[in-house]
Antibody
């Protein structure tokens, strides 16, 4: 069964850092680019960033560029998101999602909640 | 790219629901659609304008012409009640862009 499972969500103070993880199973992890998508409470979906198949390329939305970085370990089938200088507006459920190769997401995790509050 | 969706659509069971997604020169892009039921992660229901992933009923169909893509759900069921999002790849970058979402209410 193909699966993505996020973890690491927490309540953090503004300005602090947090690392999220996404564990994959049931498919050949290294064959797919992976993305992070977030959803603020009661709001729509917002693309956060992507990591290429081999981890050599990443790109992020303007709203997080310079504060967020992502990496992957293809030997452990894991993706991580390092979030620095967190802001209240970063509060959201963070999903990892698999890129089928055609620009769309064919597999999503259940998400992990990040709350940034003092 | 900016994608515009109506905030809500209501339809009676058994009727047909049309959910639109508007964007500049949208027909030049592949549009993908996601369904998100309350408290759940999104799931892909249409990719590349009109293709259905395995397991998605034929009641779900899509089209894309000029500046508007449409997700059509025929013979709507109570279980179709959800938020629906369109999505494209920004032509000038690797960005993925989502529409604001449309809440489908089954009366």
């Amino acid at each position: 069964q193909e699966q993505l499972v996020e973890s690491g969500g927490d309540v953090v103070q503004p300005g602090k850092s947090l690392r999220l993880s996404c564990a994959a199973s049931g498919f050949i992890f290294r064959n797919y680019a992976l993305h992070w998508v977030r959803q603020a409470p009661g709001k729509g979906l917002e693309w956060v960033g992507l990591v290429s198949k081999n981890g050599g390329y990443e790109d992020f939305a303007d709203s997080v560029r310079g504060r967020f970085t992502s990496s992957r370990d293809n030997s452990k089938n894991t993706l991580s998101l390092r979030m620095d200088t967190l802001r209240p507006e970063d509060t959201a459920v963070y999903y990892c999602a698999r890129d089928r190769g055609g620009g769309y997401f064919d597999l999503w995790g259940r998400g992990t909640l990040v709350a940034v509050s003092s | 790219s900016v994608l515009t969706q109506a905030p809500s659509v209501s339809v009676a069971p058994g009727e047909t629901a049309g959910i639109s997604c508007r964007g500049d020169q949208l027909s030049t892009k592949n549009v993908h659609w996601y369904q998100q039921k309350a408290g759940q992660a999104p799931t892909l229901v249409i990719f590349d304008d009109s293709a259905r992933p395995s397991g998605i009923p034929e009641r779900f169909s899509g089209s894309n012409s000029a500046d508007t893509a449409i997700l059509t759900i025929s013979s709507v069921e109570a279980g179709d009640e959800a938020d629906y999002y369109c999505q494209v790849v920004d032509g000038s970058s690797s960005y993925r862009v989502f529409g604001g979402g449309t809440k489908l209410t089954v009366l």
